[in-house]
């Protein structure tokens, strides 16, 4: 077939790159399996996933790796070649934080070694979701399980037998203790009245201006930004019917550095999406109306970049606004 032909030019040259490696597995899908194979053990021998100074996105090892790791599972019956991948795969998984970095790498990571486990990893499972009142749910062989638990619920996963248990752990709502360290965006949030003075408190009906402040140390883009109201707050907007929609352009011409395309205003938050951050810092504004009287806490504020969530930060927020 043509796509045979173009993979035995990309095997018949130097150097045996990831290139190659896809060229032996085109070979393999193509019928040609001991022929591709054959290419595999001696491309194997490097670690052709990995790649320095990539000059186009998503390309990071963690990626490369779960794509040739998922490749590896699906057209080679050899568990020895794919287990160096899956054990370094295993070693980079940050704990507490967002596992391989990238949402691209988060992916294909997860993607390889689902395939290489569901292949070669032992089917032997058993063990129980055991829960404090003494209620017990058996899991056995390759069932899944779904449950829902309450907030103050105390589980435990016991592992019984010679196979791996996995979990996923969702969590909503919003976090009564925000992380130690501010991350790399650094933002501030500030209420100001009528004149400009930075607040804490308001009379019921004023309107408010919410300034939001962000500096960033390098250029970043596809950023979000989120912003919880205080309980007695509400967004001001002039148009009801349009609570989510693209920034008008001569707004988004008006921040520097910041470039804006989507905002989205909902009852408790706003949303702001960028295409673009550029290197220090810029401000973002929107009104709001104290409408309910009381003392309410002032969540933070918290952007990321959607496809690196690990480079983002929160604003430090420890007074209450009060509104009379």
Known sequence: SQAAKIARKFLNREPRDFGAFC???TLIRCGMASEGAMHLR??????????QDAPYPFADNATRAGLVLYLLANYVNDPALGLKLALQLQQQLQTGSSAWGSTQANAWATLGLAAYGAKFASRDCRGALRFRDG????LTGQCSLSQALARDSEVSLQNDGPGPLFYELTVSGIPQEMPSQPGQLLLCKTYLNAAGQPVTSARQGELLTVQLEIAAPGPRDNLVLCDLLPGGLEIEDEALATRAAAVPPALARTY?????NYWEKGDDRILLFADWL???????TYQVRAVSRGRFKIPPAHAEAMYSPDFSGYSREEDDFTID
């Not at 520097?256 to 804006?260: E, M």
């Not at 550029?278 to 973002?284: I, K, T």
Request: aromatic share 6%; proline share 10%; net charge negative.
């Open 42 to 51: 001696t491309i194997l021998e490097k670690d052709i996933w990995l790649e």
């Open 278 to 284: 550029e290197a220090g810092q810029d401000v973002f």
């Open 23 to 25: 060229a032996a597995i």
């Open 135 to 138: 209620r017990e749910i058996p």
């Open 256 to 260: 520097p550095r910041l470039r804006p």
